[in-house]
């Protein structure tokens, strides 16, 4: 494997973030990733958390790795439901869902989405509408779900990357669905700041991922990227986590229309 950096990675330790403990959070995108990485998070903090992904049984799977016998992890617990985020009647249904089962909805995280990498020439009126339909309307139609159920101090977030301000080849449709996300959560956390809901987005940079694992596949360019990262790592699920974990704190409860970069500098690299 070629060398990953010339920097010693700095410990990293999640922070606690008690008031979190009994609230209610749907995950989407949830069996593998950054959203498995998320719903298990949120359990171990507390949260009641429902877990959406269109693969049901890689989910469950998932979930299994997590909790205890009796469907528990410290303290949270862990439900999984197959959904498709591009059906705006799946999203309502397990927004309906969460509040029939826990008596309320307080996090709706819109984490699923794909990232088809082809050249302008390469690309398909398909994978056009795929990636659109996943990674745009996937998160407006959690957003309405999640909005017409949750109370005031709800909070959603939303998947961007930093793809959405730094283009590369290969990448036009990606980078657009994710400049996308960026403003449609500024807009979204103007129309329902009055709900006293709050609205933001994560960014990440290059993450530890499958969705990432192409580039240790081709010379030369995982040193290519991490000349790119000014932090010179990396970053894993876990430092995604963290960001996460802040923005749906009561720590954050003055923050909405932002999207928050977790990508070691790279977004300026």
Known sequence: MENQSNNKQPEFKLAQYPELAGRV????????????????????????????????????????KSQTADGKTQGGTLTAMRGDVTA???????????????????????????????????????????????????????????????????????????????????????????????NLTRSLAVELGDKG????????GFIDTEMTNWVREIPGAMDKALASIPLGHIGTPEHVLGALLFLVSDSASYVSGQTLGVDGGSRHG
């Not at 990733?33 to 171990?44: E, H, K, Q, V, Y």
């Not at 909070?155 to 960026?182: D, E, L, P, Q, W």
Request: aromatic share 6%; glycine share 10%.
């Open 197 to 204: 809901i709050r609205v933001n987005a994560l960014a990440p």
């Open 25 to 64: 959070a749907v995950v989407t995108g949830a069996a593998r990733g950054m959203g498995a990485c998320f719903a298990a998070g949120l359990a171990s903090q507390g949260v009641h958390v429902i877990g959406v992904d269109i693969n049901e049984d890689e989910l469950k799977a998932a979930f299994a």
């Open 88 to 182: 705006s009647e799946s999203l309502v249904n397990i927004a309906d869902e969460a509040v029939k089962r826990f008596g309320r909805l307080d996090m709706w995280v819109s984490n699923a989405g794909v990232f088809p990498q082809s050249e302008i020439g390469s690309v398909t009126a398909e994978q056009v509408r795929q990636t659109f339909g996943v990674n745009v309307d996937g998160v407006f139609f959690g957003a309405q779900a999640a909005a017409d159920v949750m109370q005031p101090g709800g909070v959603i977030v939303n998947m961007a990357s930093v793809a959405a301000f730094r283009v590369r080849r290969g990448r036009a449709i990606y980078s657009a669905t994710k400049a996308a996300v960026h």
